[in-house]
């Protein structure tokens, strides 16, 4: 199992970006798939999660800005950013889970991709 993100860069506050990351070495239809991101000093959190059947679920602080999505014929997992602020800065990471239900703790996510940096400044 591999995960790659890309996507990630520098944006001021208010604008977007979304990330990427491909899977191999498994169907993404069929496990839970997640983003977490982890800013210099602070504990890994979860941003959002998308079950095998597709239910989504956000941490507060993202919800009605960041849109999860899988695309099952292309492998790949998408995070939509919109509204960054400068709280969102961090490194971005992929995550994947064998089974159709998600968690949103790091510990329970088995496979992980390298992260991308989200810097949002002005």
């Known amino acids: 199992v591999q995960l790659v993100e890309s996507g990630g860069g520098s944006v001021q506050p208010g604008g977007s970006l979304q990330l990427s990351c491909a899977a191999s070495?498994?169907?993404?239809?069929?496990?839970?798939m997640a983003w977490f991101r982890q800013a210099p000093g602070k504990e890994r959190e979860a941003v959002a999660h998308?079950?095998?059947?597709?239910?989504?679920a956000y941490a507060d602080s993202v919800k009605g800005r960041f849109t999860i999505s899988k695309n099952n014929s292309k492998n790949t997992l998408s995070l939509q950013m919109n509204s960054l602020k400068s709280e969102d800065t961090a490194m971005y990471y992929c995550?994947?889970?064998?089974?159709?239900?998600?968690?949103?703790?790091?510990?329970?996510?088995?496979?992980w991709g390298q992260g991308t940096q989200v810097t949002v400044s002005s």
């Open positions: 070495g498994y169907t993404v239809s069929s496990w839970c």
């Open positions: 998308i079950t095998g059947s597709g239910y989504s």
């Open positions: 995550a994947a889970r064998s089974g159709s239900l998600c968690s949103s703790s790091p510990a329970n996510y088995g496979y």
